[in-house]
């Protein structure tokens, strides 16, 4: 384990003790009900989590949103929120937690959401934490504040994407591959999404999403996850085309789902705050929503 993975399991345990809505909302996670979907060659798992309800549920946020009422700017959080300090980052405990640890990696400055500037930056955090996913919401496709660039942090084990990866031969095929890198897109797997594996995956990576760009898909549609593992990033890109799915919008409660994707539901793990959404939901809700928001 890295010196660092070691202080920041440290730095969330002591943010626990000291801070009353973090140690609730974590708490709150142990209640968090789920079940699956099954697929051909992989799963799908919908949780119900009601502390989520404020990032689910949230208004777009406008990419200009002030400074001075930013939660991510330093002056604008709660005083028993602590950090550990990454240079041009901050390490937070986010405190409406998907997963049993969950960490936001904020900016110190107040710049919109985007990662091509800071993606030298990501890649390090990954090699930090390198039992964690590190994942990045674009602006328009589940970024809780575009205004503010940040990304985050779970353990990878939680996310279902790494296991269908690792063990599914049905879900993604070599595109192309050299000494440099190997390239992977998914099939049959309800969402698109791009891997990159490699020692040295920035070139591939700015030559993706320039592909992408060029098909009308530019970053602020994209979401992304990477892990580092056995001197190498495995890099996750998935392309979008809507940031909500119509069913988020329905007026008719019996069809209604609030259902925001973001990274964590285009892993395969799908969030909805409400009891009753969560009882409902269907096999074929999924595969609409996959349908309606993947690019």
């Given at each position: 384990?890295?010196?660092?993975?070691?202080?920041?399991?440290?730095?969330?345990?002591?943010?626990?003790?000291?801070?009353?809505?973090?140690?609730?909302?974590?708490?709150?996670?142990?209640?968090?009900?789920?079940?699956?979907?099954?697929?051909?060659?992989?799963?799908?798992?919908?949780?119900?989590?009601?502390?989520?309800?404020?990032?689910?549920?949230?208004?777009?946020?406008?990419?200009?949103?002030?400074?001075?009422?930013?939660?991510?700017?330093?002056?604008?959080?709660?005083?028993?929120?602590?950090?550990?300090?990454?240079?041009?980052?901050?390490?937070?405990?986010?405190?409406?937690?998907?997963?049993?640890?969950?960490?936001?990696?904020?900016?110190?400055?107040?710049?919109?959401?985007?990662?091509?500037?800071y993606l030298h930056h990501y890649l390090y955090f990954a090699t930090l934490?390198?039992?964690?996913?590190?994942?990045?919401?674009?602006?328009?496709?589940?970024?809780?504040?575009?205004?503010?660039?940040?990304?985050?942090?779970?353990?990878?084990?939680?996310?279902?994407?790494?296991?269908?990866?690792?063990?599914?031969?049905?879900?993604?095929?070599?595109?192309?591959?050299?000494?440099?890198?190997?390239?992977?897109y998914s099939k049959n797997y309800l969402r698109n999404v791009i891997c990159?594996?490699?020692?040295?995956?920035?070139?591939?990576?700015?030559?993706?999403?320039?592909?992408?760009?060029?098909?009308?898909?530019?970053?602020?549609?994209?979401?992304?996850?990477?892990?580092?593992?056995?001197?190498?990033?495995?890099?996750?890109?998935?392309?979008?085309?809507?940031?909500?799915?119509?069913?988020?919008?329905?007026?008719?409660?019996?069809?209604?789902?609030?259902?925001?994707?973001?990274?964590?539901?285009?892993?395969?793990?799908?969030?909805?705050?409400?009891?009753?959404?969560?009882?409902?939901?269907?096999?074929?809700?999924?595969?609409?929503?996959?349908?309606?928001?993947?690019g």
């Open positions: 384990m890295s010196n660092f993975q070691t202080s920041a399991y440290q730095f969330f345990e002591n943010q626990l003790n000291t801070w009353q809505l973090v140690r609730d909302n974590f708490e709150g996670l142990k209640l968090v009900k789920t079940k699956n979907f099954d697929f051909e060659g992989f799963s799908i798992e919908v949780c119900c989590n009601p502390v989520r309800i404020r990032s689910t549920a949230i208004n777009v946020i406008k990419a200009d949103y002030p400074e001075n009422s930013c939660f991510l700017c330093k002056e604008n959080r709660p005083s028993v929120q602590s950090s550990i300090d990454l240079g041009e980052f901050e390490l937070l405990v986010n405190p409406y937690p998907i997963f049993p640890i969950h960490f936001t990696i904020a900016n110190k400055k107040h710049a919109i959401q985007d990662i091509l500037p934490l390198p039992a964690f996913a590190i994942f990045f919401n674009g602006t328009k496709c589940g970024a809780s504040a575009p205004c503010h660039t940040h990304f985050q942090a779970a353990e990878k084990i939680y996310f279902p994407l790494f296991k269908d990866y690792r063990n599914s031969k049905n879900v993604f095929d070599i595109v192309e591959q050299n000494a440099d890198f190997t390239l992977k990159i594996v490699s020692k040295n995956p920035i070139p591939v990576f700015e030559k993706t999403l320039c592909n992408l760009q060029q098909k009308g898909i530019p970053n602020t549609m994209i979401n992304v996850i990477s892990c580092f593992d056995n001197d190498e990033w495995t890099i996750f890109i998935f392309p979008r085309k809507a940031f909500r799915p119509t069913q988020f919008f329905e007026q008719d409660e019996d069809r209604r789902l609030m259902i925001s994707p973001a990274s964590v539901e285009l892993s395969g793990k799908i969030i909805t705050p409400l009891e009753a959404h969560f009882d409902k939901i269907t096999k074929a809700n999924i595969v609409d929503i996959y349908k309606q928001i993947s």
